[in-house]
């Protein structure tokens, strides 16, 4: 069953999974996470995502960005695949979408997100108080960082 959004909608939502919203964050999150890495997602690694929430912002019908939250044990909830449209990087999507998903968690019950951030978006986490934790590790061929935030 597809979520129905007004053509006309902007800003930040829960979308289903297997909805035509939720196959637009699939395609999404290939360009702009998976492709410039010369990687694919299979089946099995997307039919797994029928347990988690899906968090889009979408502008005049559009998904512009998108962010997947996978539930973890003790309070925790992970926060993955965080994509923005390349033309529309830099304008405050990413952030809504962070802070939407943070209300999202808390009105759910969590009490912390957790979250491998490439090397590279660093800055973006930082800005919103997420802390590292650990060192640097590899995923995806790239470097990461583990980072949390303790949710209020």
């Known amino acids: 069953m597809s979520l129905v959004i007004p053509f006309t909608f902007s800003g930040v939502t829960e979308i ?12 999404l999150r290939y360009d702009i996470l998976r492709k410039p890495l010369g990687l694919h997602f ?3 690694q997307l039919s797994k995502e029928n347990k988690e929430f899906h968090i889009a912002y979408i ?7 998108c962010l997947i939250l996978t539930t973890k044990e003790n309070g ?8 923005v449209a390349e033309n529309q990087q830099g304008k405050g999507i990413g952030k809504e979408m962070v802070r939407f998903s943070e209300k999202f968690s808390i009105e ?8 491998n951030a490439r090397k590279t978006a660093l800055p973006f986490y930082l800005s919103m108080n997420y802390k590292i934790v650990g060192n640097e590790f590899e995923e995806v061929t790239i470097p ?3 980072m949390i935030k303790e949710l209020k």
């Open 16 to 27: 289903p999974f297997g909805s035509e919203w939720y196959a637009l964050t699939v395609a």
């Open 42 to 44: 299979t089946a099995e």
């Open 59 to 65: 502008e005049d019908g559009k998904i512009l960005g």
């Open 76 to 83: 925790i909830i992970k926060m993955r695949q965080v994509a």
């Open 108 to 115: 759910k019950g969590f009490t912390t997100i957790d979250l």
């Open 144 to 146: 990461h960082f583990r």
